[in-house]
């Protein structure tokens, strides 16, 4: 299992704050998180239900993450592992992730997914879901696995989607000549993108985009 305890800042403040597996007991806590993080007109059916959080933790413990400040739980990152062939790359995110349900979980695949990340609104600004994306990253080296992988929403193209291709939106991402809250972050976080893939997700702000992107492990060898 896994917990690690280090020191995040907000402004001119320094917290403690813990990384752990999340629990049953963590259950309502998680789901009452999703629900302040993404309020309506987001879909409810969409935040997560005590079942598929029940799956998480039994299907793939070690992917069930959440980060403590003070005692309260300020957000929390899961993932299961899947084979992943990068010559076929293009699935949608029900089909991976098992609907969130995740019992497409692989103990025997290459790859750990990203299934969802949250953040609880009232901790905004202590870049949490970095420490969270680096636990993950820990995770794939202890594993020995050959990447981390996840497709990433891609809010702002519904803006530029009639002046630029997906493919040309997001090379300008890549040189900065534009910004996106989600795929700058992942960029910022050591993501590289592999593929653009339509349909990954029905979502009118990133016109049904999922954007993959990886972050390889450096200590595995390319396999031959």
């Known amino acids: 299992m896994y917990r690690k305890e280090q020191f995040v800042f907000r402004k001119d403040q320094v917290y403690q704050a813990t990384v752990r597996n999340y629990t049953e007991n963590d259950f309502n806590e998680l789901i009452g998180i999703q629900q302040r993080a993404f309020p309506p007109p987001f879909p409810s ?12 933790v039994e299907h793939f413990p070690l992917g069930a993450l959440c980060v403590e400040i003070d005692g309260r739980i300020a957000g929390s990152i899961t993932g299961l ?6 010559s076929h790359p293009d699935h949608t995110w029900d089909e991976i992730t098992d609907e969130g349900y995740i019992r497409t979980h692989n ?5 750990l997914y990203v299934v969802d990340l949250c953040i609880e609104p009232d901790f905004r600004g202590f870049k949490l879901a970095k420490v969270l994306m680096n636990a993950m990253y ?3 080296v202890h594993m020995q696995l050959d990447r981390l992988l996840g497709g990433g929403r891609i809010p702002t193209y519904h803006t530029f989607s009639h002046l630029f291709t997906i ?3 997001v090379n300008k991402l890549i040189s900065g000549q534009y910004k996106d809250p989600v795929i700058t972050f992942l960029l910022q976080c050591g993501r590289t993108p592999i593929k653009a893939v339509k349909g990954y997700l029905e979502d009118k702000e990133s016109c049904d985009y999922g954007l ?3 972050w390889k492990n450096p200590f595995q060898q390319e396999k031959t």
Do not use: A, R, S
């Open 107 to 111: 103990p025997n695949g290459n790859t």
């Open 138 to 140: 820990e995770i794939v």
């Open 212 to 214: 993959l992107m990886q």
């Open 45 to 56: 059916e969409l935040w997560w239900n005590k079942d598929q959080l029940k799956n998480h």
């Open 81 to 86: 592992i899947v084979d992943f062939d990068e």
């Open 167 to 169: 493919e040309e939106y």
